[in-house]
């Protein structure tokens, strides 16, 4: 039934349910696409990365300088979450024949890249924590919340 399905990811223990539950719902499809996506957004940007860089510095660096600053963080995480995924999956990757694309989205905020990722890839399906990394024990995240509040398509939240 779901050929494109989206994984929100923020390497939160959710997030590693959310990506197994998408395995075990259409790993063994070879015409499905798990896409596996971290979003980049200054709002998770280090405040020590924006003073290294002398963003927060006495010149303020131009926007074309921010987006290349923010590009070379996602390429670099891009790396990251390609090992990452290869480690939490383990052997059991051998095993899927889905297609996985995984990457990392710059967008103003988690909510935006990832409303806009589905959009772009005409997602099917999001799978996603029920919460991720934040301290605060509530019973649902804030970019659950906002990607239930605007998505288009079906959204599964998992604990
Ligand atoms: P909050 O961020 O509101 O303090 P939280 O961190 O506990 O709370 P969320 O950030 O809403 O909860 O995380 C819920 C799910 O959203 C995660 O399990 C993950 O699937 C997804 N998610 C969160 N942040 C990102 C991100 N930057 N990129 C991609 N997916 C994300
Ligand atoms: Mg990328
Ligand atoms: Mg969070």
Do not use: Q, W
């Not at 499809?29 to 596996?36: E, K, L, R, S, V």
């Not at 996506?37 to 940007?45: E, K, L, P, Q, R």
């Not at 390609?82 to 899927?96: R, T, Y």
């Amino acid at each position: 039934v779901f050929s494109n399905i989206l994984v929100p990811f923020d390497d939160s223990e959710h997030a590693h349910a959310a990506l197994h539950l998408a395995i075990d719902l259409v790993g063994s499809d070879p015409g499905a696409t798990i896409h596996i996506v971290t979003v980049a957004s200054n709002d998770i940007m280090p405040p020590s990365m924006l003073t290294a860089t002398g963003a927060f510095g006495e010149a303020p660096i131009d926007y074309a300088s921010y987006e290349t600053l923010l590009t070379s963080i996602a390429e670099r995480s891009d790396r990251e979450l390609h090992d990452n995924v290869a480690a939490i999956l383990g052997k059991d990757i051998d095993a899927v024949k889905a297609k996985l694309v995984i990457d990392t989205r710059l967008a103003p905020s988690p909510v935006d890249g990832i409303t806009c990722y589905a959009a772009d890839h005409r997602c099917d399906l999001i799978i996603m924590g029920r919460r991720g990394l934040g301290a605060l024990r509530g019973m649902l995240g804030s970019v659950s919340y906002g990607v239930l509040r605007s998505s288009e398509i079906p959204v599964l939240t998992v604990k």
